[in-house]
């Protein structure tokens, strides 16, 4: 079974996060929520609080298939000054293991030095990361090598379905888009 950590930071997008977990997990996706702080209730932007499974200094990339941020200007900030965050997705990328962000969550990849050259991101945020490779309103989803990214909350279960599709096959992928109707998703 595919194991993915959703790691949460205070002021996390909550529509993103849940619809990654939720998604994921209908897949039959082992999803591992970590919190950044001491405590494993994580407050989100609009102060829904999530409770954690672990923290995320407990965590290492050879039990992982896969991590993906969510964004919300905070978390995304709070996951880009983390350590553990940052030594995970460099650990992921330099053995070619999957990683996904959404909204403003690239940003964290950008500062990792494992985003790719073509990315999606919450429109701004591309200002603060580059603008070339920045695929716009394109797509909905973007996949280079193995880095996904996505656009934001009205994104998200698109994002979560094309996670799908790459650790699970087409088929799952398919069957889990009909039963979301979701049918807007590419």
């Known amino acids: 079974m595919s194991k993915v950590l959703v790691p949460l930071a205070g002021g996390f997008e909550e529509i993103e996060a849940v619809s990654i977990i ?12 970590a919190s950044l702080n001491d405590s494993l209730h994580v407050k989100g932007a609009n102060n829904i609080v999530i409770q954690a499974d672990l923290h995320v200094k407990d965590v290492t990339a050879d039990e992982l298939d896969m991590i993906v941020l969510p964004g919300g200007w905070d978390g995304t900030y709070a996951l ?22 959404i909204c403003a969550a690239p940003f964290a990849l950008n500062k990792a030095g494992v985003l790719k050259e073509k990315y999606t991101c919450y429109p701004s945020v591309e200002e603060q990361i580059r603008e070339e490779g920045y695929m716009g309103d394109t ?19 698109c994002f979560g379905l094309a996670i799908v599709k790459k650790l699970k096959g087409e088929e799952t992928y398919k069957a889990l888009k009909a039963g979301l109707l979701a049918t807007y998703c590419e």
Do not use: H
Not at 22 to 33: F, H
Not at 140 to 151: H, K, L, P
């Open 80 to 101: 880009a000054d983390d350590k553990n965050v940052q030594r995970l997705l460099q650990e992921m990328d330099a053995k070619g293991k999957n990683i996904g962000a």
């Open 22 to 33: 939720d998604v994921l997990r209908r897949a039959e996706i082992e999803v591992l929520v």
């Open 139 to 157: 797509a909905m989803v973007v996949e280079d090598a193995n880095v996904i990214t996505s656009r934001g909350p009205g994104t998200a279960l």
